[in-house]
């Protein structure tokens, strides 16, 4: 599995495995049902710490992209629709734009949750 960590990033190391995993999610790269590799394993792989790693998961699970299995491990989830999936490669678009443009998380967000809160556009 490709996952460049640039350690020079101001990017933390968890957010570069986080969005390019989701990444590789919503463009079918990983598709539904691809088993991951461990944690201890990708974290080695990458010369990460475990809890690193352990985080981006989390994180991916909380999303609904992910699934842990207990013991048979991490997958992808199953059960997304063309919807979501479309959405978040526009999320994973507009994440990388902030990062490219040194916009902080926090504003990227607010400026999402404020386009969430305007009132729709009139129709056409």
Same mark, same amino acid.
């Given at each position: 599995?490709?996952?460049?960590?640039?350690?020079?990033?101001?990017?933390?190391?968890?957010?570069?495995? %986080? $969005?390019?995993?989701?990444?590789? !999610?919503?463009? &079918? #790269?990983?598709?539904?049902?691809? *088993? +991951?590799?461990?944690?201890?394993?990708?974290?080695?792989?990458?010369?990460?710490?475990?809890?690193?790693?352990?985080?981006?998961?989390?994180?991916?699970?909380?999303?609904?992209?992910?699934?842990? %299995? $207990?013991?048979?491990?991490?997958? !992808?989830?199953? &059960? #997304?629709?063309?919807?979501?999936? *479309? +959405?978040?490669?526009?999320?994973?678009?507009?994440?990388?734009?902030?990062?490219?443009?040194?916009?902080?998380?926090?504003?990227?967000?607010?400026?999402?949750?404020?386009?969430?809160?305007?009132?729709?556009?009139?129709?056409?």
């Amino acid at each position: 599995m490709l996952i460049p960590v640039d350690p020079a990033s101001p990017v933390p190391p968890y957010e570069q495995v %986080r $969005g390019q995993l989701a990444e590789q !999610v919503g463009d &079918g #790269r990983l598709p539904v049902g691809t *088993r +991951l590799p461990p944690v201890r394993q990708l974290a080695a792989d990458l010369g990460l710490a475990v809890n690193t790693v352990a985080r981006a998961y989390r994180e991916l699970e909380a999303a609904g992209l992910l699934e842990t %299995r $207990g013991r048979h491990g991490t997958f !992808v989830a199953p &059960g #997304r629709d063309d919807a979501v999936d *479309r +959405l978040q490669r526009a999320a994973v678009a507009y994440a990388a734009e902030a990062i490219r443009l040194g916009v902080p998380s926090d504003t990227a967000l607010s400026l999402v949750r404020a386009a969430l809160a305007a009132p729709p556009p009139p129709p056409r």
